[in-house]
């Protein structure tokens, strides 16, 4: 558990546009973007052998079932700009959702659907890429008290979150939903970008907010310590253990992860039809 830049913006992440970006990631080809040029294989000599039966292409792998379908083709706008080209929009359609300019000032206004959906995708796992981003990081450090058995999480660490929960809490769960359906076929491709050809991104968003709503409501704060390079980690073994997006509920207070949870409930209700 870092003690400064904690990994909490996604929850701007699962309510909006989410969208991958997987060229954020994946290897590029340097030797073009460089002007290098890439030497051309030659053609064997022929060898005058009659040439072999080609062994039969594999079937290509079928795509898992759709669990949660969104009607997005009715609602997606036709002027949408191309992925590459959909800051400008995304941040007018988050433009619209939010009271304010506020929470605005706590995201990161470039790429900004792939941002979204790349840290989406990895709320569930150990970290998130720094890269992968979508807001900017929590104020100051982790707030500790000392408290039976050790140091515990402060209840002042509770302002460092509250920005981010208000933000989320306060958006319209059908608005959101529609701006979400309106822009999903870039969050799609956004999605297919990230390296998931076959995936379907809006059972991955539900996959994630499921797991979310796992994250176990403690009685009292959370003791911590620090590791050998000074950075707070949880006592418990199983809480540390535990993803990049539970240990953020978990850093918070209990009003605050009780006001998350119910607002994933509503996105959630929002994106399926159970």
């Excluded at 909490?8 to 994946?26: E, H, N, S, Y």
């Excluded at 958006?171 to 995936?199: C, M, N, S, W």
């Excluded at 968003?205 to 950075?231: K, M, N, S, Y």
């Excluded at 509920?249 to 509503?266: F, G, I």
């Amino acid at each position: 558990m870092q003690s400064g830049k904690a990994v909490w913006p996604w929850v701007l992440g699962v309510v909006v546009i989410g969208g991958a970006g997987g060229w954020l990631f994946r290897d590029q080809l340097k030797s073009l973007a460089d002007g290098v040029s890439v030497p051309v294989q030659s053609t064997p000599a022929s060898t005058g052998a009659p040439p072999q039966p080609k062994a039969a292409a594999e079937p290509a792998p079928t795509p898992p079932p759709i669990k949660h379908p969104l009607d997005a083709e009715a609602a997606a706008d036709p002027a949408l700009p191309k992925l590459a080209d959909s800051d400008a929009a995304a941040w007018g359609a988050l433009s619209q959702l939010f009271q304010g300019e506020g929470p605005l000032t706590l995201l990161l206004r470039d790429h900004l659907i792939q941002r979204l959906v790349t840290q989406v995708d990895n709320l569930d796992k150990p970290s998130v890429p720094p890269t992968a981003l979508a807001a900017r990081p929590l104020p100051g450090n982790l707030q500790v008290e000392p408290g039976e058995g050790g140091e515990r999480i402060a209840a002042s660490n509770a302002a460092r979150y509250a920005p981010y929960v208000q933000a989320f809490t306060a958006l319209d769960p059908a608005a959101t939903a529609t701006a979400y359906k309106r822009f999903y076929p870039l969050i799609q491709q956004a999605y297919v970008d990230l390296g998931r050809p076959e995936g379907y991104f809006n059972d991955r968003l539900v996959t994630v907010i499921d797991h979310l709503l796992e994250t176990p409501e403690l009685a009292q704060a959370p003791l911590v310590e620090r590791d050998e390079r000074g950075r707070y980690r949880f006592v418990d073994h199983d809480l540390q253990s535990r993803s990049v997006g539970q240990k953020a509920l978990l850093r918070m207070d209990a009003t605050q992860e009780r006001a998350v949870k119910q607002q994933l409930r509503a996105i959630r209700s929002s994106i399926t039809r159970g």
